[in-house]
């Protein structure tokens, strides 16, 4: 059952790394349209603004796939000194800080987006956008990330072969 929701989850960092790939094609397009509006004289409000939630947007939802790709910078430079249960103890113990991290930032993103729901703020751009339409997808990209946290702990903790490839010989799922 475990490999099923691991490889379920996997789907959804890699179609969460694709969306934001995509919205930053989308974040260039808005840019684009604005340079090219402006020497036309043309006006759109509030373009700068919405190419502003599609970067924040963009940047949470890639932070699932980054983490479970290995893409971001981590502890290995201490980790790597240690080795056998050492080892994986720090890893663990690492992991477990950073999803604590993670779920806590998590929580307010997404008690900010409600917050802002519920006494009806806007932003100050020309087009006064309900706030809670861009905080609550960064909420959402912060709440995967600490998914993908908490499944890189899950797997650090009870199938620490498939994560450590040093020590089972095979290819891993993810590096801690």
Do not use: K
Not at 46 to 65: C, E, I, Q
Not at 75 to 104: D, P, S
Request: hydrophobic share 50%; net charge neutral; aromatic share 16%.
């Amino acid at each position: 059952m475990w490999r099923t929701v691991s490889n379920g989850l996997e789907r959804i960092y890699t179609w969460s790394g694709y969306g934001a790939g995509a919205l930053l094609v989308f974040m260039c397009a808005l840019i684009f349209y604005s340079v090219q509006a402006r020497l036309f004289g043309l006006y759109l409000g509030g373009v700068n603004d919405l190419a502003g939630y599609v970067m924040a947007t963009s940047t949470f939802m890639a932070l699932s796939y980054t983490f479970r790709s290995n893409g971001h910078i981590r502890v290995g430079l201490v980790i790597q000194r240690f080795t056998g249960t050492t080892r994986r103890g720090f890893e663990v113990l690492c992991l477990a800080i950073m999803a604590a991290v993670i779920w806590f930032f998590a929580f307010y993103m997404g008690r900010l987006a409600y917050f802002s729901f519920i006494y009806g703020e806007r932003s100050e751009g020309a087009d006064a956008t309900p706030l809670w339409i861009p905080q609550t997808p960064v909420a959402l990209g912060s709440l995967l990330f600490a998914i993908a946290v908490t499944h890189s702990l899950i797997q650090a903790v009870f199938d620490y072969d498939a994560i450590n490839p040093e020590t089972s010989g095979g290819e891993g799922v993810n590096e801690v």
